[in-house]
């Protein structure tokens, strides 16, 4: 579950038209709350020197009972960023949890993958969806996903698929424009103008077709994204994430950001 967890909150995860003028050198902090409470820090380093990007989470679990454990992930990846988008070429995932490590590698060739390995290997079994060879091509890790560049704060942003393999499963999430907002609270990181984008999980394989959590964000309408402005890096990053649950919402708020 804290795997899950993670890969929601920073889904947590930014879309290019030009190249970048100058380096970025920025940092982002986000809270991640289950029915208003909290249960998660994240951190989210990246740079940027118009050719190669490099992005850093740490994220420190506090748990909420059965629901999600605590524990502790660090996720890096690297690529290249003179594009269009943000291209990986290395992935890496660790999470600690139940005194039990995680680990995933993943290679990119272009947007194809070209190796990938986790430990401890995910047992097969009659209701896990194969992964297929041509699943494997046109992907992207899912921290960089989430970070777009684009000319400005609309509709643009959400109108995107992105295709995401970690290593273990491979999923669409489609975008669609929701509405132009506003952020105005001061307890948060940014105050201004918002885009907000609707979320549809698709699972395409790698899942267990018996899994409850892939079931339910398959089924469920409540998963909606806001995205900012990262200051004038051109750069936009997620300032809100919510997912209903039966619990009440899993909600990633962003509390700073420096750039």
Known sequence: MIRTALVLAALVPLA?????????DARAS??????GINVAMVDID?????????????????????VVASGTASASVSGSSAGAALQSRSFALETRANGE???????????NVSAFQVQPPVQDSYDR??????HLTGVGDFLSAFVL?????????CERTLRIFTGVER??????FLDNDEATSPRTGYQGPLVACSLDYQPISGHFESSEMTNYL???????????PLGQTGYFIPYRVIIGTSMGDLSMVLTRAQS
């Open 16 to 24: 290019v038209t030009n190249v970048l003028a100058a380096p970025v």
């Open 30 to 35: 986000y809270v991640v709350t289950v029915g």
């Open 46 to 66: 990246l740079d940027d020197d118009g050719a190669q990007y490099g992005l850093e989470l740490s994220a420190r679990v506090a748990g909420l009972g059965s």
């Open 101 to 111: 490590v995680f680990t995933s590698n993943v290679g990119y060739d272009g947007r």
């Open 129 to 134: 969806v194969p992964l297929e060879r041509a």
């Open 149 to 157: 560049k684009g000319n400005g704060l609309d509709r643009s942003l």
């Open 171 to 176: 999923f669409n999430i489609a975008l669609g």
């Open 218 to 228: 398959a089924d469920t309408s409540r998963m909606i994204l806001w995205y900012a």
